[in-house]
């Protein structure tokens, strides 16, 4: 601990600084603290470093933003689930929810509570860009029905879905337990509810990345990447390399800093996959359009010439 004293400029910055912190914790969009980590880094870091950081948040904001524009667009004109993982859409959408409704358990802030809800309700629209979602008026409680969409039942791609699907549940329930267990043990919860939900979250941060696997296992026995949103996708890849560049920069424990490296490898594997597999041209692109058409004007043409020779 070092006392000394500073100058009148930069104890008006500090106080101003403070009083902008505490405007934030007021609307809850910042936690206590959160604001004595922003004065360490600005206090201990680098000049240099701490401008870096300020321009790759800037651009973890637009590749944020850039790869969510592309991933509504992608589902909003994609025309096939060829190739295409249905079940993970479903797990991503439950994921989503268990972290929503953890956050509204622990009475998070209005507006990380609306981020979450948002995030929701777009994973829950693409379940219905994904699958048939009909409501079933029979009994007494209405209920919803999904059913598979014809191109992805109709080919390989839900056999090889139900397969990682099925070996990623063997996988995802050993550790939801262990996880539990352990949980349960040494760390204290308001109730069961909370216990459950407090379980469940902890191991979709921590193993969120495993829910990528089925998508990969299609690709590899497809041989083709063609179907993928590579435009999101590379936004997303550009954001993991900003997350590691802040694993480095702002302290947290260990086991984030972990966990923010986790994608990496996913992502990587996807580019390996990329590099592998040639891009196949009668599979349906992002807008819904294939290759085939392409090679059919010289076949015509070919076939003219053909016949007009045997006129002559």
């Given at each position: 601990l070092e006392v000394g004293p500073i100058s009148m400029t930069k104890w008006q910055l500090f106080l101003q600084i403070e009083q902008s912190f505490q405007v934030h914790r007021s609307y809850g969009s910042m936690l206590e603290g959160e604001a004595d980590e922003l004065k360490r880094v600005f206090l201990e870091g680098n000049p240099y470093l701490l401008g870096l950081t300020m321009v790759v948040s800037l651009l973890h904001s637009l590749f944020?933003?850039?790869?969510?524009?592309?991933?509504?667009?992608?589902?909003?004109?994609?025309?096939?689930?060829?190739?295409?993982?249905?079940?993970?859409?479903?797990?991503?959408?439950?994921?989503?929810?268990?972290?929503?409704?953890?956050?509204?358990?622990?009475?998070?802030?209005?507006?990380?509570?609306?981020?979450?809800?948002?995030?929701?309700?777009?994973?829950?629209?693409?379940?219905?860009?994904?699958?048939?979602?009909?409501?079933?008026?029979?009994?007494?409680?209405?209920?919803?029905?999904?059913?598979?969409?014809?191109?992805?039942?109709?080919?390989?791609?839900?056999?090889?879905?139900?397969?990682?699907?099925?070996?990623?549940?063997?996988?995802?329930?050993?550790?939801?337990?262990?996880?539990?267990?352990?949980?349960?043990?040494?760390?204290?919860?308001?109730?069961?509810?909370?216990?459950?939900?407090?379980?469940?979250?902890?191991?979709?941060?921590?193993?969120?990345?495993?829910?990528m696997c089925p998508q990969l296992f299609i690709n590899y026995k497809l041989k083709s990447v063609a179907h993928m949103p590579w435009r999101q996708m590379t936004y997303k890849f550009l954001n993991t390399i900003i997350d590691d560049l802040f694993a480095f920069v702002i302290k947290m424990p260990m086991l984030h800093r972990l966990s923010v490296?986790?994608?990496?490898?996913?992502?990587?594997?996807?580019?390996y996959q990329r590099w592998t597999y040639p891009v196949d041209k009668k599979r349906v692109n992002e807008f819904g359009?294939?290759?085939?058409?392409?090679?059919?004007?010289?076949?015509?043409?070919?076939?003219?010439?053909?016949?007009?020779?045997?006129?002559?």
């Open positions: 944020d933003f850039l790869a969510f524009k592309n991933d509504i667009q992608f589902w909003n004109k994609n025309k096939s689930m060829e190739g295409l993982s249905a079940k993970s859409v479903v797990l991503n959408f439950v994921c989503q929810l268990i972290v929503f409704l953890y956050l509204l358990d622990n009475e998070t802030s209005w507006m990380i509570l609306a981020s979450s809800g948002i995030g929701v309700c777009i994973e829950f629209w693409k379940i219905g860009k994904a699958m048939h979602i009909e409501i079933d008026r029979s009994g007494k409680i209405p209920m919803l029905r999904f059913r598979d969409r014809e191109s992805y039942a109709q080919n390989k791609t839900k056999e090889y879905d139900a397969i990682a699907m099925k070996y990623l549940t063997y996988v995802l329930f050993f550790l939801v337990i262990c996880f539990s267990i352990y949980s349960l043990k040494y760390e204290k919860h308001k109730s069961w509810y909370s216990w459950i939900l407090s379980s469940l979250t902890s191991c979709v941060y921590m193993f969120g990345f495993i829910m490296f986790r994608d990496d490898v996913i992502f990587l594997i996807y580019l359009f294939g290759g085939e058409d392409e090679p059919q004007a010289p076949q015509t043409l070919e076939g003219s010439n053909s016949a007009t020779a045997a006129q002559q």
